[in-house]
């Protein structure tokens, strides 16, 4: 398996303002992690898949400019909502897999952001 | 346009029953397919995979069942007890060594004691 940790486990910030959100393995070195959003009482959505050492690859329809992915050693991505706003208040999950033929993903224990 | 459907509803079963939760899809092609459980406020976890060429698989008090003609996966718990009251997802995987996966809705399953 994989542990992943997320820090913080929950946010609140004004309107405006830029959160950070780190995601980290520690056990495994990942060369892929993938960022996922969840509102309430419905699926995870991929926001983006991020690749150690180079840019993230961003599902249609969300802002790369918004969501700062950093995906920045094997062990560690971060992802940066900017100018935050209400509707961005959800819940942040990341998970990285093995792959060579391991296709299970690990999850992260999600962070919520509230934004007021 | 491509559509993962699982029971939308909460499925409220007694203890000691058999749980089953359907994941229906179309328009996808899977080379496998995932089942995670969710407890509220947590991230997912991994339960089991099946792939394409498997029509079933067993974890435990686990089953899980794919018809690739139907476009379905059944996902089975045995002798259910209070404590596999979660949401229960499916996902969808194209494989290739491309990891990415798509998610269904998810099933709320509540088992009374």
């Known amino acids: 398996g994989a542990v992943v940790s997320q820090h913080p486990s929950w946010v609140i910030c004004k309107s405006g303002t830029s959160v950070k959100i780190e995601c980290r393995s520690l056990?495994?070195?990942?060369?892929?992690m993938f960022w996922y959003r969840q509102f309430p009482k419905q699926s995870l959505m991929l926001m983006a898949t991020?690749?150690?050492?180079?840019?993230?690859?961003?599902e249609q329809g969300v802002e790369k400019d918004k969501f700062l992915i950093n995906h920045a050693s094997l062990t560690l991505s971060t992802l940066t909502v900017t100018s935050a706003h209400p509707e961005d208040s959800s819940f942040y999950i990341c998970?990285?897999?093995?792959?060579?033929?391991?296709?299970?993903?690990?999850f992260g224990p999600g962070t919520r952001l509230l934004v007021l | 346009s491509q559509k993962i459907e699982q029971n939308s509803e909460a499925l409220n079963i007694q203890e000691g029953k058999t749980a089953t939760l359907t994941c229906n899809y179309t328009?996808?092609?899977?080379?496998?397919l995932q089942w995670y459980r969710q407890d509220p406020g947590r991230g997912p976890v991994f339960l089991l995979l099946?792939?394409?060429?498997?029509k079933e698989k067993r974890k435990e008090r686990l089953k899980v069942t794919f018809d690739t003609t139907l476009k379905q996966s059944l996902f089975h718990i045995t002798a259910s007890q209070p404590a596999d009251s979660a949401t229960y997802l499916c996902?969808?995987?194209?494989?290739?060594?491309?990891?990415?996966?798509?998610f269904g809705t998810g099933t709320k399953l509540q088992v009374i004691p």
């Open positions: 991020s690749n150690e050492g180079s840019k993230a690859t961003y």
């Open positions: 099946i792939r394409e060429n498997e």
């Open positions: 056990d495994f070195q990942a060369t892929t």
């Open positions: 998970s990285l897999a093995h792959g060579s033929g391991d296709e299970t993903q690990y």
């Open positions: 328009n996808y092609s899977p080379a496998y």
């Open positions: 996902a969808l995987g194209v494989g290739g060594g491309y990891q990415k996966v798509t």
